[in-house]
């Protein structure tokens, strides 16, 4: 997979389905999504990846994904 460029990252966050994706992701795991955000700030993205794999890994986080790779 792809990975899309800053400008389209912005712009599937702001659309319904990426502010429910965040809205899912800090309700499920807060603290875990922060450890992930500093991980890749770090530059640890394998730690970053790991923990979003798993926040990302529920059955409403795949439906919105699901949601948001038919926009791109």
């Not at 890749?40 to 923990?51: K, L, P, R």
Request: proline share 4%.
């Amino acid at each position: 997979m792809q990975i899309p460029d800053l400008s389209e990252l912005i712009r599937l966050a702001q659309t319904p389905a990426g502010r429910q994706l965040i809205a899912l992701l800090q309700k499920q795991g807060g603290s875990r999504l922060q450890q992930a955000l500093a991980s890749a700030a770090s530059g640890d993205y394998t730690n970053a990846q790991a923990i979003l794999s798993e926040l990302l890994a529920s059955p409403d986080a795949q439906v919105l994904l699901k949601e948001l790779e038919e926009r791109a």
